[in-house]
């Protein structure tokens, strides 16, 4: 896979502000509700990696929680924006930030040094998606567990074919490895969950939960959910849709919780 220009998706204003949107909210509390019954008992004592973490938004839950979070990315607007939303939460002294590229991970952190790694939204910028899940690993505790969301191609040609009046731009995404970001007008790189799967099995992750992220809610007017009791209602059915495999597969993101496997200490090391 090629490299993408991730500078090319740092205006943080607007991302900060995509995710007040209907969207940008089920996008979030969709992957934050798959993750919470794997998160470890015992937050206080716990460490958190939010790997690309962004704005912070599932960094500064985390931090509510009690867990001692760590904030890395390559941003230092997105890390502007997340340092100011945690020291206005008084969570100040549970997260610190990184202001460095993924591909640094065991530079900065030994093995073994986290009990949850969070990667959302991340593969679809770097370089070498496959050795960012292998360092992962190297950084994950026995036990611990990782979640991934990343954009699934069946749902974004599903999307355009639904959206779009270009035929033969819609045969293309079938088999595209880019789509075209909405937020930015940027090509981003996008992927079938059997990719992702794979690249988890090669850096010694099992999964041991898939979900699909907003199934149904592309398709529909946002101004439907602009009503807080509506929203409330699209959340629990998407959460519903999200669980179950045939509508899985054609979500807008597919959302893998893995779990370190024995045979994958070090891995990190080889890449």
């Not at 979030?28 to 015992?42: D, G, H, T, V």
């Amino acid at each position: 896979m090629h490299a993408l220009d991730a500078a090319q998706f740092r205006d943080a204003d607007r991302y900060s502000s995509y995710l007040e949107t209907a969207l940008g909210r089920l996008r979030s509390e969709l992957a934050w509700q798959n993750l919470q019954r794997f998160l470890p008992a015992n937050p206080f004592r716990r460490r958190v990696l939010d790997l690309g973490g962004g704005t912070g938004s599932m960094s500064l839950r985390l931090a509510e929680m009690g867990f001692r979070v760590v904030l890395l990315d390559s941003s230092e607007e997105m890390l502007r924006i997340a340092k100011k939303e945690v020291q206005a939460s008084g969570n100040a002294e549970r997260v610190s930030f990184h202001h460095l590229d993924a591909s640094m991970l065991q530079q900065l952190f030994a093995a073994e040094s986290f009990d949850l790694v969070l990667c959302h939204n991340l593969l679809e910028y770097v370089a070498n998606p496959a050795a960012i899940l292998a360092k992962t690993a190297y950084v994950l505790r026995k036990e611990a567990v990782v979640s991934l969301l990343a954009r699934n191609r069946p749902g974004e040609a599903l999307k355009a074919a639904i959206k779009s009046t270009d035929w033969e731009l819609m045969k293309a995404n079938l088999s595209a490895e880019t789509a075209v970001d909405s937020l930015y007008g940027k090509p981003v790189r996008i992927f079938d969950s059997k990719v992702l799967l794979d690249m988890l099995a090669e850096a010694g992750l099992d999964v041991i939960a898939q979900h699909g992220v907003r199934v149904f809610s592309d398709y529909r007017d946002p101004k439907d959910f602009t009503d807080e009791a509506v929203y409330g209602q699209v959340l629990a059915l998407e959460l519903i849709f999200g669980a179950q495999p045939e509508f899985a597969g054609i979500a807008r993101y597919t959302q893998l919780i893995a779990r370190r496997s024995s045979a994958s200490r070090g891995k990190g090391a080889e890449r």
